[in-house]
């Protein structure tokens, strides 16, 4: 049964860097698509972007400025940057597999921006 | 991109019933790539259901879904406790993946 995990500071400051890694266990990193999507509390689900385990991504035109992954199959884990933070950051992220659909889920990350 | 419309906004229903979740698109969905999924309070979402009428692994054969183009339903046949949750549709026929606003059902 694949397993991740996400991790990462739970507080930024507003401008700074939102950075999150997801650690996948019980399972392969390798030839699969690996998503990251948030969540403001009491709202509903915005897909940022995937990578996939060769590093190849995609990216919501609508964060693609401020949005880098990466990918390290060593270590069984990807993660995401995003960068100039404001309050509207503010919302649980997930990461999860999936090229299409999204199948295997964490169990979500709250991150609040503020100062 | 693709505005996915869910609707209603939400349902009260009984232990038992029928449910039938609608989610319409702004425009029509490549090869009808539509999912569905479940989320729990402070859970992350279940995917339910995937190229509009397929379960996913695990999945009660009381969850079907059907539709094509623009107007996808989720139909739970007989309503177990369990089911009351948010459900969501996303469409994955072209990018960004997009996802609906979310149907929450409820019990009455």
């Known amino acids: 049964q694949v397993q991740l995990q996400e991790s990462g500071p739970g507080l930024v400051k507003p401008s700074e860097t939102l950075s999150l890694t997801c650690t996948v266990s019980?399972?392969?990193?390798?030839?699969?698509?690996w998503s990251w999507i948030r969540q403001p509390a009491g709202k509903g689900l915005e897909w940022i972007g995937r990578?996939?385990?060769?590093?190849?991504?995609n990216y919501n035109p609508s964060l693609k400025s401020r949005v880098t992954m990466s990918v390290d199959t060593s270590k069984t884990q990807f993660s995401l940057n995003l960068t100039s933070v404001t309050a509207a950051d503010t919302a649980v992220y997930y990461c999860?597999?999936?090229?299409?659909?999204?199948?295997?889920w964490g169990q979500g990350t709250l991150v609040t921006v503020s100062s | 991109e693709v505005v996915l419309t869910q609707s209603p906004g939400t349902l009260s229903l009984s232990p038992g019933e029928r449910a039938t979740l609608s989610c319409r698109a702004s425009?029509?969905?490549?090869?009808?790539?539509l999912a569905w999924y479940q989320q729990k309070p402070g859970q992350a979402p279940r995917l339910l259901i995937y190229?509009?009428?397929n379960r996913a692994t695990g999945i009660p054969d009381r969850f079907s879904g059907s539709g094509s183009g623009t107007d996808f339903t989720l139909t739970i046949s007989r309503l177990e406790p369990e089911d009351f949750a948010v459900y969501y549709c996303?469409?994955?026929?072209?990018?960004?993946?997009?996802f609906g606003q979310g149907t929450k059902l409820e019990i009455q």
């Open positions: 019980d399972g392969s990193i390798s030839s699969y698509y």
């Open positions: 999860a597999r999936g090229h299409w659909y999204f199948d295997y």
């Open positions: 990578i996939y385990s060769s590093g190849t991504t």
């Open positions: 425009q029509s969905v490549s090869s009808n790539y």
């Open positions: 996303q469409q994955y026929g072209s990018s960004p993946y997009t």
């Open positions: 190229g509009a009428s």
